[in-house]
């Protein structure tokens, strides 16, 4: 019917992002599983059925109507936990367009990177999807906190998407945050109590509880849960400071997020034998780790558009990062050479001011050759063009996931 989620994906980052807890609070309980901003107010708008597909013009329609709505129910984030194949310029893409129509109506839009980061063809470049790649709303890779409550020890998970953009070439993602087996709310009846990767046994958070699955909770994977992290952030910042514009949300995310990661992770598929190595550049993880005290205690008032910058390859081997006129990130800078201050602060000394950051080296690429280079921009042969460019664009109109996206969503990363 149309208020039950037969999917059960929604629900999960519902919860995620404004979960209470009360079915894991109290005496008998070991562990609380609650939101991010359990006093936030979640506004469903169901745009994908019991398969997890959808259309373009469902997910347009909703975004319109919470624009509609923003006044009459406070809306002040939308969490876009879904994704589909870039086709074109986000300038020529209604799904884009809509979302920037929401970020100028002053909603904050938070979306999923793409869970396709182990894409052989480019490394995992290239492959942000839509509408994650318009510059406006804030876009989020997943981070994996290999099973310890530190931070220090955490990973990116090799199945986030990494950017740059197709077409446009935006640096994306704009921040990453935990979304590897992520536990949250069940949906009673939906099609993930059939995927049993995704249970979680009762006496995992019940002091005396059986070793029978819980049908309060469930554990799920991907940059989908990733987002809503970062949207229950944005509620907790609007929460304390009304007036923020989506803007300065994006930029105090942004500049307070932490910049200290490992040269390199490697994660092994158990299925396959197979090993990815990531590196830990900004097409990678953007501007750093989601810090949710230090965002708050962030008092940059900047004004201006907080557009994710482009990246433009130059003859001399470098990589220019390319600011809008007037841009709260302020002017241009260029990879491998210095950096100032202010530009340091919010994408990292060690992501933008390092000459291991040249286009075609080993760090960003995880190979010895320019293999990757060539097919993202373009520059090999019209199939690996197509590969990534989307010739094949007649499924334009369906957000769909994937099979890669549903193992990755019912079985994370260890």
Not at 72 to 82: A, D, E, F, G, P
Not at 92 to 112: H, K, T
Request: hydrophobic share 40%; with cysteine; aromatic share 8%.
């Amino acid at each position: 019917d149309g208020t039950t989620d037969q999917y059960g994906h929604g629900t999960h980052v519902a919860g995620i992002i404004a979960g209470t807890g009360s079915r894991s609070s109290g005496a008998g309980y070991s562990e609380t599983f609650s939101g991010i901003a359990p006093a936030a107010k979640i506004v469903s708008l169901r745009v994908l059925d019991q398969n997890g597909s959808g259309t373009d013009a469902d997910v347009i329609s909703a975004i319109n109507t919470a624009i509609q709505l923003k006044s009459k129910y406070n809306i002040r984030v939308i969490n876009l936990s879904l994704g589909r194949p870039v086709f074109e310029s986000y300038a020529q893409d209604p799904l884009c367009q809509a979302v920037e129509r929401a970020w100028n109506a002053g909603i904050v839009v938070v979306v999923a990177a793409g869970n396709y980061g182990r894409a052989a063809a480019t490394n995992g470049y290239g492959t942000i999807t839509a509408p994650g790649n318009d510059p406006y709303v804030i876009t989020v890779g997943a981070m994996k906190d290999n099973g310890t409550p530190q931070r220090n020890d955490d990973t990116i998970a090799s199945y986030s998407s990494k950017g740059p953009t197709l077409f446009d070439h935006i640096i994306k993602p704009d921040l990453v945050a935990p979304g590897n087996r992520i536990v949250s709310v069940d949906a009673p009846g939906s099609y993930f109590e059939h995927v049993p990767s995704t249970n979680i046994a009762q006496n995992a958070y019940t002091i005396q509880g059986a070793s029978a699955v819980s049908t309060s909770y469930r554990i799920m994977s991907g940059t989908s849960m990733a987002a809503p992290v970062v949207s229950g952030a944005v509620a907790l910042m609007l929460q304390q400071s009304p007036a923020l514009t989506p803007d300065q949300v994006k930029v105090r995310l942004m500049e307070s997020a932490s910049k200290s990661f490992p040269a390199f992770s490697t994660a092994t598929d158990p299925q396959t034998g197979v090993t990815y190595t990531s590196q830990y550049d900004a097409f990678t993880v953007g501007a750093g780790y989601l810090d949710i005290n230090a965002a708050l205690s962030d008092t940059n008032l900047t004004h201006g558009p907080a557009l994710s910058p482009a990246a433009k390859f130059n003859s001399n081997g470098n990589v220019t990062m390319v600011i809008a006129p007037g841009s709260a990130f302020a002017n241009s800078i260029m990879w491998g050479a210095s950096v100032s201050k202010a530009e340091s602060i919010v994408w990292g000394a060690n992501v933008v001011n390092s000459n291991s950051l040249l286009w075609g080296a080993s760090i960003l690429w995880g190979t010895n050759t320019d293999h990757g280079f060539s097919i993202l921009w373009g520059a090999s042969s019209d199939s690996s063009s197509s590969i990534l460019w989307g010739a094949n664009g007649d499924n334009s109109t369906s957000i769909l996931w994937s099979a890669s996206d549903l193992t990755t969503l019912a079985n994370g990363e260890n």
